[in-house]
T-cell receptor, first 115, second 113 residues
Framework: EAQVTQNPRYLITVTGKKLTVTCSQN?????MSWYRQDPGLGLRQIYY???????DKGDVPEGYKVSRKEKRNFPLILESPSPNQTSLYFC??????????????FGPGTRLTVL | GENVEQHPSTLSVQEGDSAVIKCTYS??????FPWYKQELGKRPQLIID?????GEKKDQRIAVTLNKTAKHFSLHITETQPEDSAVYFC????????????FGGGTRLMVKP
């Protein structure tokens, strides 16, 4: 089944404890992206990747890192989480990074709480 | 950068009535406008999209209109049903692949039976 997966789905952690949220897609998509969803603010882009080893900042990148060593995986890293990073996180992917309006497929989301 | 505003933030309608959600965008270079539906506890899913060379697009009970001059676009749902209850997000993109999306703040639609 074609899909975007994220792990973990739920995570409660403490300030300063490094964590990684994994994202994987099995559709051979070029483009991958991370968003955070907060009430009233919609979805805001954190980082995106046009292809392997090509990543760039979105609108709210502070406090986050990403990597794209393989086409299918795009992990989100919080080196030193803080309470203001408590949010619902979505990974998304789309077929092409450069051509012809293509749909973004979202993962199931990861609800992160930082105490 | 792009800024997308969405109104209203909540909308309650009776089953069978129509619902309209409106968005405005700031970047005149934006050329792709998708709408996503997010049911409670689920992921956002694309329901309809429109490109800047088209003024209106329809798919069964949903339609989207675009006014490039005014930088407005709207989602219209006719004959609403309880299963239409969800949060709806508009978005705008200014690249050819349509994947650099800026989202609106979302509209919670409640359809009362």
């Amino acid at each position: 089944e074609a899909q975007v997966t994220q792990n973990p789905r739920y995570l409660i952690t403490v300030t300063g404890k490094k964590l990684t949220v994994t994202c994987s897609q099995n559709m051979n998509h070029e483009y991958m992206s991370w968003y955070r969803q907060d009430p009233g603010l919609g979805l805001r882009q954190i980082y995106y990747s046009m292809n392997v080893e090509a990543t760039d900042k979105g609108d709210v990148p502070e406090g986050y890192k990403v990597s794209r060593k393989e086409k299918r995986n795009f992990p989100l890293i919080l080196e030193s989480p803080s309470p203001n990073q408590t949010s619902l996180y979505f990974c998304a992917s789309s077929l092409s990074a450069i051509s012809s309006y293509n749909e973004q497929f979202f993962g199931p989301g990861t609800r992160l709480t930082v105490l | 950068g792009e800024n997308v505003e969405q109104h209203p933030s909540t909308l309650s309608v009776q089953e069978g009535d129509s619902a309209v959600i409106k968005c405005t965008y700031s970047d005149s270079a934006s050329n792709y406008f998708p709408w996503y539906k997010q049911e409670l506890g689920k992921r956002p899913q694309l329901i309809i999209d429109i490109r800047s060379n088209v003024g209106e697009k329809k798919d069964q009970r949903i339609a989207v209109t675009l006014n490039k001059t005014a930088k407005h676009f709207s989602l219209h749902i006719t004959e609403t049903q309880p299963e239409d209850s969800a949060v709806y997000f508009c978005a705008a993109s200014n690249n050819n692949a349509g994947n650099m999306l800026t989202f609106g703040g979302g509209t919670r639609l409640m359809v009362k039976p």
